[in-house]
């Protein structure tokens, strides 16, 4: 739409959409996302129109939802008091838009409006670390100068968004982290990492030919800065060349930190709608800042510590109370188990509770003298629709499988009191052997009817059969080729034949 758009204020739009989608997402993910948003805001003043629920719904399963919110809040700001302008440089649409920074702001200037000016995201610091051998911390504050003066001095005058674009795709799909395709790069002549790799193999050729180690440097000499070993741009002396990572020496990143652990517990609260019994959620409204900031979730509370899962109920309990008044009993309230999910900086773990009123009563009676969070109750098509995150999601899945389980447990246990009652019934009863056998002992067979090839069948028949029954028929299992089931669906019989019938299996 860039290239094809001759509107610069869409252009600009549709350039600066993509960009906040593409941070910190793969193209692949963000594809289905933008087409979704251009067809529903395909301009500035729709999406200034347009509300944050709105915005936080259409960006779920995105993440990184503060890049919503921001776009929304830039586009209102923009219809509000640019009359609908987008700024036209680099400078301006840093300094005037929130959630642009630098990179974004020269990719929207030179893609958009064809200002002259380099960027520098992930891709591209990789590129120009190699081509250049970068070796120290590519995110310190010398090398992404370094790396941005790198990007405006090799800009291309002429088409700067066409070049900034493909130096941007040569980092994604050739130049990439791992395995990069170095036969295949159309600047490897001109890249100092191939070159140190292709001194190395020089040098184990001399070696094989009969050369000494000493006549040939083993120092990586490609910088030629000159800075006596204090450059800050070159690999570290405590952190020299890696011969088997070869161009992957490039770019060096400090080690990252450990994401943060947390454990939060949260409660699925569901009852039933008078007039259709529908099964209703209750869903809480985030605050509108910080993490997930105006998402909605499951009643939650974050663990300080860890506590044991009486502590919990209590927890969780009181919270109910909180948001819903008196109305909150805790005869239901149970743990379904834990859901885990990952944000870039934090492990976070979901301690799953369920609850439930037995009708629509639930309506919720809040403290009048303290801020609470706003509230709703969904049917489960209302929730998928609503602006609630991957992770409740997640907790969503668990509860539904955890009530499907439920049913079939409770369904399970009244036909095993059907069978009980059956078999009460049949005790007492003397059970006749059939009259061709008169008086023989009674084979396996005598019992179930003649079907070797359906095991499944015989094996449904032998639970039908009462204890004491086959207890008396003391069942003779000395020849095998006479029973009709594997030795796995004997395994249940064990527990209801009398064990010295066993001895000859």
């Not at 295949?184 to 070696?207: D, F, G, L, N, W």
């Not at 690999?235 to 450990?258: A, C, H, I, Q, Y």
Request: charged residues 25%; positive net charge.
């Amino acid at each position: 739409m860039a290239l094809s758009e001759s509107n610069l204020n869409k252009r600009g739009y549709a350039v600066w959409v993509s960009e906040i989608m593409l941070q910190q997402t793969q193209v692949a993910t963000v594809i289905d996302y933008y087409n979704k948003w251009m067809l529903r805001w395909s301009n500035l003043q729709d999406l200034a129109k347009a509300t944050l629920e709105e915005v936080n719904q259409m960006w779920s399963g995105l993440g990184y939802y503060s890049r919503g919110k921001r776009l929304h809040e830039g586009a209102q700001k923009i219809s509000s008091e640019f009359k609908g302008e987008m700024p036209r440089s680099a400078e301006e649409l840093q300094k005037l838009l929130p959630g642009v920074g630098r990179y974004t702001a020269a990719a929207i200037a030179s893609i958009a409006f064809e200002e002259v000016i380099g960027v520098v995201d992930g891709n591209v610091t990789r590129v120009l670390c190699r081509a250049k051998a970068i070796g120290a911390d590519c995110t310190s504050p010398t090398v992404t100068e370094a790396l941005w003066m790198l990007a405006n001095t090799l800009v291309d005058l002429v088409r700067p968004g066409d070049f900034n674009q493909a130096m941007m795709e040569l980092g994604a799909t050739v130049c990439t982290p791992k395995a990069p395709l170095c036969a295949e790069c159309p600047v490897q002549t001109h890249c100092r990492a191939y070159q140190q790799v292709i001194k190395e193999r020089e040098m184990v050729s001399k070696r094989l030919l009969g050369n000494t180690a000493s006549q040939i440097s083993s120092t990586p000499d490609i910088e030629e800065c000159g800075g006596g070993g204090n450059c800050p741009l070159c690999l570290p002396e405590k952190e020299p060349w890696v011969s088997d990572l070869g161009v992957m020496n490039f770019p060096r990143k400090p080690t990252k930190k450990p994401p943060r652990i947390e454990h939060t517990l949260t409660c699925v609260v569901t009852r039933r709608r008078d007039n259709d019994d529908t099964e209703e959620y209750f869903l809480v409204q985030r605050p509108n800042s910080g993490l997930l900031a105006g998402m909605w979730e499951f009643p939650s509370v974050l663990l300080q510590t860890e506590v044991k899962e009486k502590k919990q109920k209590c927890i969780i309990f009181d919270r109910l109370t909180e948001l819903m008044g008196n109305l909150v009993t805790d005869t239901h309230l149970q743990n379904i188990g834990e859901v885990v999910h990952l944000f870039s900086h934090i492990h976070q773990t979901y301690l799953v509770y369920s609850n439930s009123f037995s009708d629509a009563s639930g309506d919720t009676v809040m403290e009048e003298d303290r801020e609470q969070p706003c509230f709703r109750w969904v049917s489960e098509a209302e929730f998928y629709q609503s602006a609630v995150p991957t992770s409740m999601k997640k907790v969503f899945r668990l509860f539904k499988h955890s009530s499907v389980n439920e049913k079939q447990l409770a369904k399970g246990d009244k036909l095993q009191c059907g069978s009980e009652k059956h078999e009460g019934k049949q005790k007492g009863r003397k059970r006749r052997a059939p009259k061709e056998v008169q008086g023989q002992q009674l084979s396996i067979n005598s019992f179930f009817p003649t079907c070797c090839n359906q095991a499944s069948v015989v094996s449904q028949k032998v639970f039908h059969l009462s204890r004491s029954d086959i207890w008396r028929a003391r069942i003779p299992l000395k020849c095998s080729t006479s029973i009709c089931f594997t030795s796995k669906e004997l395994v249940p019989l064990k527990s209801m034949i009398c064990p010295s019938t066993f001895t000859a299996i």
